[in-house]
Each structure stands twice: as C-alpha cells, then as structure tokens.
C-alpha cells in the first residue's frame, strides 16, 4: 500500500508564505510525476503545479512567479513554497504522486491541508 500525507497548510495573512510537503511512504516500484492541486469551496479541483522526475515543472499561470514547485526523490517527498499568497489562494491543497507499476502507473492521493489566507 502507498501512503500519501500533506502538511504544513494553515492561516496566513494576505502577502505572507507558507510551504506545505508531501511524503509518500510503502512498497512501491518508483515515484515518476508529482503535482500539488487545489479545490476552493464551489470550484473544480485545479493543478497548481506539477513536477517529473528529472525535475521539470509546470505552473498555473495565477501562481507563477509566487509558487515554487520541488522534491527531494531520495525522501519522496515535494514541497510547494507558496510565497506572496492572496485571499484567492484559499483552497484545501491536494498532493498526487504517480506510482510507476510493472504495467501503467497508478495515482495516489493525501487527504489535502487547509491553506486559508485572509485579506
């Protein structure tokens, strides 16, 4: 079984940081893409970041510059440094790691971590 577990979310006043981590633990072949997404009360869930295993990223537009996306594949771990946030970055955060299986892969979720910034 594959456990994925998020932390570090939390109150933070408009133009403050948060960085929240996701570790994923148990018996797996290899983690190969990693991404952090988002769902605000009333919205779809919406990937805010993304980052494979060679390290390359992607953003969505309204966090470039602010958000940064990285991991450390040795503790299977990524962390998303959230810096500058807005009120409109309120959401419950979601961690997704991306299992490689003998055949395909398979995508495990954490339970998500509040992030609530006020104005």
């Known amino acids: 079984q594959v456990q994925v577990v998020e932390s570090g979310g939390g109150l933070v006043q408009a133009g403050g940081s948060l960085r929240l981590s996701c570790a994923a633990s148990?018996?797996?072949?290899?983690?190969?893409?990693m991404g952090w997404y988002r769902q605000a009360p009333g919205k779809q869930r919406e990937l805010v970041a993304g980052?494979?295993?060679?390290?390359?990223?992607n953003y969505v537009d309204s966090v470039k510059g602010r958000f940064t996306i990285s991991r450390d594949n040795a503790k299977n771990t990524a962390y998303l440094q959230m810096n500058s946030l807005k009120p409109d970055d309120t959401a419950v955060y979601y961690c997704k790691v991306v299992i490689a299986r003998i055949l395909g892969t398979r995508d495990y979720w954490g339970q998500g971590t509040q992030v609530t910034v006020s104005s």
């Open positions: 148990g018996s797996f072949l290899r983690i190969t893409d």
């Open positions: 980052i494979s295993s060679g390290g390359s990223s």
